[in-house]
């Protein structure tokens, strides 16, 4: 069963598109454009359309979903981590 899925490998995160995800899970992912599929151990419980980590992060990184720049990282997040308001922010201010 895919779990999370990811436009394109150089994507930083994918969605998860089930529920009831736990911490230490291993989740099966998607990715859309190169047809592969992927493992990640999740190291946070995980809600149904948030973000996890599928590439570490530093600090002030842009964050790339579907191809696309949604934001910078404000602390630095491992593969495998929730990513949410509470670690990544708006580029806008």
Same mark, same amino acid.
Request: charged share 30%; aromatic share 4%; hydrophobic share 40%.
């Given at each position: ?5 990811? &436009?394109d490998e150089d994507d930083s995160v994918g969605? !998860? %598109?089930?529920?009831? *995800?736990?911490?230490? $899970? %291993? *989740? ?21 359309? &948030? ?8 600090? $002030?990184? %842009? !964050?790339?979903?579907?191809? /696309? ?11 495998? $981590? &929730? *990513? &949410?308001?509470?670690? /990544? ?5």
């Amino acid at each position: 069963m895919i779990q999370f899925i990811v &436009h394109d490998e150089d994507d930083s995160v994918g969605v !998860v %598109t089930v529920e009831g *995800l736990k911490a230490n $899970d %291993t *989740l099966k992912g998607w990715i859309m454009d190169q047809d592969v599929l992927i493992d990640i151990k999740i190291n946070q419980d995980i809600p149904i359309g &948030h973000k996890l980590a599928i590439k570490d992060l530093n600090e $002030d990184d %842009t !964050v790339i979903k579907y191809g /696309v720049d949604i934001g910078r990282t404000i602390s630095k997040i491992a593969v495998g $981590d &929730h *990513l &949410h308001v509470h670690n /990544v922010k708006t580029k806008r201010w």
